[in-house]
């Protein structure tokens, strides 16, 4: 059974940091981008950041840029996303997803397999 788990996730203040953790079963992780999505009430999921596999090349949103860095430890099975310079609008419930390949793909089409998410809020 393919799974990941995303932990990490709590309140904390504006201009506060946080690090979301994914563990990954088994082979759901060797040869596979990565990724973290969002999704905020009422609005649609957000591609956040990925990360290849094999060259670890990173991709990130504009919102993100410069204050998000997405990392993964292959020998832990894990993906991380530190968080830095919080703003209440990263409030949201933030999942780790598996790609189909091994690139990193920002469009959710191209995973096949997510965790069940995490909450982030940041309060002002």
């Known amino acids: 059974q393919v799974q990941l788990v995303e932990s990490g996730g709590g309140l904390v203040q504006a201009g506060g940091s946080l690090r979301l953790s994914c563990a990954a079963s088994?082979?759901?992780?060797?040869?596979?981008?990565m990724g973290w999505f969002r999704q905020a009430p009422g609005k649609e999921r957000e591609f956040v950041a990925a990360i290849a596999w094999g060259s670890g090349a990173t991709i990130y949103s504009d919102s993100v840029k410069g204050r998000f860095t997405i990392s993964r430890d292959n020998a832990k099975n894990t993906v991380y996303l530190q968080m830095n310079s919080l703003k209440p609008e990263d409030t949201a419930i933030y999942s780790c997803?598996?790609?189909?390949?091994?690139?990193?793909?920002?469009?959710?089409?191209?995973?096949?397999?997510w965790g069940q998410g995490t909450q982030v809020t940041v309060a002002s």
């Open positions: 997803a598996r790609t189909l390949g091994a690139r990193a793909i920002a469009s959710p089409n191209g995973y096949d397999t």
């Open positions: 088994g082979r759901t992780f060797s040869s596979y981008g």
